[in-house]
């Protein structure tokens, strides 16, 4: 029997948003039943709702916030490598939405010791001096898809889509599934958008 090929996939991912986690946590469980590895990339809501005067005011002041979490991994990604972004997305991920942990410094110190990561990163978190770094990351991510969309992005073998969105993560042989159902889609030549609206919360566990 002939291996199969491993097919890499590029996730974008911002670690506030509870729905690019479960995301995310479905491709961890596609990499467990098809020949698939996942490279992350960090995006930025903040970044995307930018200028835009029409935000209610709880959403403003959650994007204000927004900004820590995402230039601390670009500050790990810059220092030590592109490889450093999955576990410390997975230490922060799982204390923002599995633990209900603070978005503050405490928490993001927690998470980079989680991930074998210096606790002097998380001086990033009020610094500019990666955000001429995250914005080209996040531009490489939201120029593929369209700047309608948030994230997750997931780009494979020259096609990207926002999504999937799902809830809760689809595990085992059902991730698989999903997973060959989106690429089929994604191999259409045309195909944009199936949607319909939420009718239930994350569910993270």
């Known amino acids: 029997m002939t291996e199969q090929a491993t097919t890499q996939v590029?996730?974008?991912f911002d670690p506030l948003c509870p729905w690019a986690w479960i995301t995310s946590r479905w491709m961890t469980e596609v990499e467990k039943?098809?020949?698939?590895?996942?490279?992350?990339?960090?995006m930025s809501l903040a970044v995307l709702n930018e200028g835009k005067e029409d935000l209610p005011e709880g959403y403003r002041q959650a994007m204000a916030r927004a900004w820590g979490?995402?230039?601390v991994c670009v500050a790990a990604?810059?220092?030590?490598?592109?490889?450093?972004?999955?576990?410390?997305?997975?230490?922060i991920g799982t204390r923002f939405h599995?633990?209900?942990a603070e978005r503050d410094r405490?928490?993001?110190?927690a998470a980079l010791a989680g991930a074998g990561l210096p606790a002097d990163l998380a001086e990033a978190m009020e610094s500019q001096e990666y955000d001429d770094a995250l914005r080209a990351s996040h531009k490489e991510g939201i120029e593929r898809v369209g700047y309608d969309v948030g994230t997750p992005i997931i780009s494979v073998d020259g096609a990207s889509i926002f999504g999937p969105v799902v809830s809760p993560v689809p595990r085992g042989e059902a991730a698989g599934r999903l997973w060959d159902g989106v690429r089929l889609v994604m191999a259409t030549d045309g195909f944009f958008e199936l949607?319909?609206?939420r009718y239930r919360d994350p569910i993270f566990d």
């Open 69 to 71: 979490p995402v230039r």
């Open 106 to 109: 405490v928490t993001i110190e």
């Open 33 to 42: 039943v098809r020949p698939v590895t996942t490279r992350w990339h960090v």
């Open 10 to 12: 590029d996730f974008w």
């Open 195 to 197: 949607k319909r609206s």
């Open 98 to 100: 599995h633990e209900k």
């Open 77 to 91: 990604e810059q220092r030590f490598g592109p490889q450093v972004l999955g576990p410390l997305y997975t230490a």
